[in-house]
């Protein structure tokens, strides 16, 4: 089997004729790097909320914990449930929780009491079903804000009319406002401060109009890893809420190259098959590496000039200018376009230090279901 470099390069595994591709590894060095510069950028942890979509694993919640963490955000009940099994105090779950999830998350609570839950709202519908299962202890609830993503959330001028009608079911405490602004990631600067400040505006518009008219004063939790940055310097109450932070990924070291994180996961693939002398196929199809987005999907660290034309569920078919060097069985290695749904392909990743992997870490919140 053949690298394409003779000089190891930080992403080249030293034992990676041991291991089967595709694989994802997991660079533990850059991964504590990564949250030491989250740390830099907000110092106050407590002003910290990450997201666990990105990695869904237990030992890098416990890594974040470790760092003095102690807040998290969750798609989904399994993702909740992982984070409560690493013993974190508190997690809010950023979904709207209705039907069959309204019982999952009343069995967490009972699961594990040492864990504070809370979830999302934006329609009073859904408000009384929560105030309804929660009678007895209420169950802090943040009221989702749509600030231009249109894809969840309340119009923030009707936050107000919301939050009265909660403050009648003593089975809800609504606690604070949420606003999640997955359309910002400009490559600008100044483009990406002027709408995060367009969307702060609104968001302190809602949390306003509730002061004034019932004099509560609702926490906020804001942004992403493109944009938290920008609401961490607008105010101390804000509370922000990165996730690609831990591993970042192709698309986000592209588009945000003010950012001081660097890519922590990394797939690697094999050259399954040479079709002519400018074309080969991988063995990294849809199964291996998130396929929502165009290609290229990866970025290719060993293959210069290397370009996806193709890719079906097992297979991957790239143009390089001349495939004489790369043989059946050539190892190439790529950071992921988007990271976050590629984790979510593997039961286990191949975790990394000095560039030798020896165990995995379990992917154990890409299952949609652990034990409640």
């Known amino acids: 089997m053949l690298l394409l470099s003779c000089v190891a390069m930080w992403f080249e595994i030293k034992n990676i004729e041991a291991i089967d591709s595709p694989a994802v590894f997991i660079l533990k060095e850059r991964l504590l790097e990564n949250i030491a510069a989250l740390k830099t950028l907000v110092p106050d942890v407590a002003r910290l909320r990450p997201h666990v979509k990105t990695h869904k694993m237990l030992e890098v919640t416990r890594l974040l914990l470790a760092a003095g963490i102690t807040q998290f955000k969750a798609a989904t009940i399994a993702e909740a449930e992982m984070v409560a099994m690493a013993g974190a105090p508190d997690v809010l779950l950023a979904y709207q929780v209705t039907g069959p999830k309204v019982k999952r998350l009343r069995a967490l609570r009972a699961a594990y009491p040492h864990t504070v839950f809370s979830c999302l709202i934006d329609t009073a519908a859904v408000a009384d079903e ?138 690697a693939t094999r050259v399954l098959s040479v079709v002519d002398g400018e074309t080969l196929t991988l063995d990294l199809g849809h199964k291996a590496v998130a396929a929502e987005r165009p290609l290229p999907r990866v970025r290719f660290l060993n293959l210069p000039g290397g370009v996806p034309i193709g890719q079906s569920e097992e297979h991957m078919v790239v143009r390089v200018s001349d495939t004489a060097a790369l043989a059946v069985g050539t190892v190439i290695y790529a950071v992921p376009m988007h990271v976050c749904p590629t984790i979510a392909l593997y039961e286990h990743v191949y975790l990394v230090q000095n560039q030798e992997s020896h165990t995995t870490w379990k992917v154990s919140a890409r299952n949609r279901m652990i034990t409640v």
């Open 130 to 267: 929560l105030a309804q299962d929660f009678p007895e202890q209420p169950l802090a609830v943040y009221i989702d804000l749509n600030v231009g993503m249109n894809r969840t959330g309340i119009a923030p001028d009707r936050a107000l009319a919301l939050y009265q009608h909660c403050q009648a079911r003593p089975g809800l405490q609504v606690v604070g406002l949420h606003a999640y602004d997955g359309h910002i990631n400009d490559t600008d600067l100044a483009l990406r401060q002027r709408h995060t400040d367009q969307v702060f505006a609104l968001t302190q518009r809602a949390q306003t109009d509730i002061e004034t008219a019932t004099g509560h004063r609702l926490l906020l939790v804001m942004g992403g890893s493109p944009t938290f940055y920008n609401y961490a310097q607008h105010s101390a109450e804000v509370v922000v809420s990165p996730g690609t932070f831990v591993f970042w990924d192709g698309f986000y070291q592209e588009a945000l190259p003010d950012m001081p994180f660097q890519p922590a996961a990394i797939v």
